[in-house]
């Protein structure tokens, strides 16, 4: 447990910032899990949606210090080789 008042402080703001930080990551996955979707089942109009949806929330992702930034290019690179390769 927490000693003094600055390290109280300190676990309540590490607490929101874990809690903040899963549900961002979660909003990632899923936006990413859903071009894959689209792109597995075929269909080339929602890929591409999904796709452009989904950008905008990996660079947000990235502004927010949630992953790097090679591996938001990274994820962005093979979402639109899988994407033309449909």
């Known amino acids: 447990m927490a000693n003094s008042a600055q390290a109280t402080k300190r676990a309540r703001q590490a607490e929101k910032h874990r809690q903040r930080n899963t549900s961002q990551r979660s909003n990632l996955r899923t936006s990413i899990k859903k071009v894959f979707t689209a792109i597995d089942a075929g269909n080339t109009d929602d890929a591409k949606q999904a796709y452009k949806d989904a950008v905008p929330v990996i660079d947000s992702a990235v502004g927010k210090g949630l992953i790097h930034k090679n591996k ?14 449909l």
């Not at 938001?72 to 390769?85: C, D, G, M, P």
């Open 72 to 85: 938001a290019a990274r994820h962005k690179s093979r979402l639109n080789q899988h994407l033309r390769n």
